[in-house]
């Protein structure tokens, strides 16, 4: 399989401190990939960072994405060649329903026009993958929604962007067994139906269950301390972080 993300020596900042110290990644296409870590390891960073928030600043290396240097470029741009990434905590918007955002993200990033019957079709579908009640698409997006309810909002972009690369970041924190379930099966019907790359950040493994992964990456003081195979996440569950982030 070709390779989708390449993260060369990627060093990134915030505010004047250094927190990704030379990361290096290569991912391919149609993989899942794990990233785990201690709190405060670079985790969320370094998944703003590829998505191309401003909040962070690369001093060194360089981001490619389908074989093109994305490292200059701003975060819409990023979303329109195939990249989506989700938020621990999704904020709320007042004044847009869930309806009006899918449908406006999904014709930004096609640059294409989007039948309104056709894209209800589409939402109704994808929301019932998800088991969600379809009242919540003419909800203001996020407003009074749970936990649980936003993080299935997430996943119902990601199935109806279809990015070739998405990012969930913590996606699976505060969820109760059974909405872990619920959105696992999201992600599923998202890997099922596009063959897309998927980057699965978390220091917590309920939602890798579901999940068939290539590949973990153990991310520790800003760099990357270990990498394996899905029995990586295994022995984390039983050693835990701590031979990763100790000093010499």
Do not use: C
């Amino acid at each position: 399989m070709a390779n989708l993300l390449e993260i060369k020596d990627l060093s990134v900042s915030a505010e004047e401190k250094e927190i990704l110290k030379g990361v290096s990644l290569t991912l391919s296409e149609n993989e899942t990939h794990v990233l785990m870590g201690p709190n405060g390891a670079g985790k969320s960073t370094l998944g703003s960072t590829i998505m191309g928030s401003p909040e962070y600043t690369v001093t060194k290396g360089k981001i490619l994405f389908d074989g093109e240097d994305i490292t200059e470029l701003s975060a819409d741009k990023r979303a329109k060649k195939g990249i989506f990434l989700s938020f621990q905590n999704p904020i709320e918007i007042p004044g847009i329903t869930l309806s009006q955002f899918l449908r406006n993200a999904h014709e930004q990033v096609t640059g294409k026009h989007t039948k309104l019957w056709d894209f209800k079709k589409q939402l109704k579908a994808a929301m019932e993958v998800l088991d969600m009640d379809t009242s919540y698409a003419e909800r203001d997006l996020n407003a009074g929604f749970s936990g649980g309810e936003k993080k299935k909002a997430e996943i119902l972009q990601l199935l109806i962007l279809k990015p070739k690369l998405a990012i969930l970041d913590e996606t699976d924190s505060g969820l109760d067994v059974d909405a872990v379930r619920t959105v696992s099966k999201g992600i599923d019907e998202y890997k099922r139906t596009t063959g897309g790359l998927l980057l699965v950040i978390t220091h917590n493994t309920k939602i890798l269950d579901a999940l068939k992964v290539d590949k973990t990456h153990i991310l520790a003081d800003g760099a990357i301390a270990a990498e394996g195979g899905a029995e990586l996440v295994g022995q984390v569950i039983s050693e835990g972080f701590e031979k990763y982030t100790k000093k010499d």
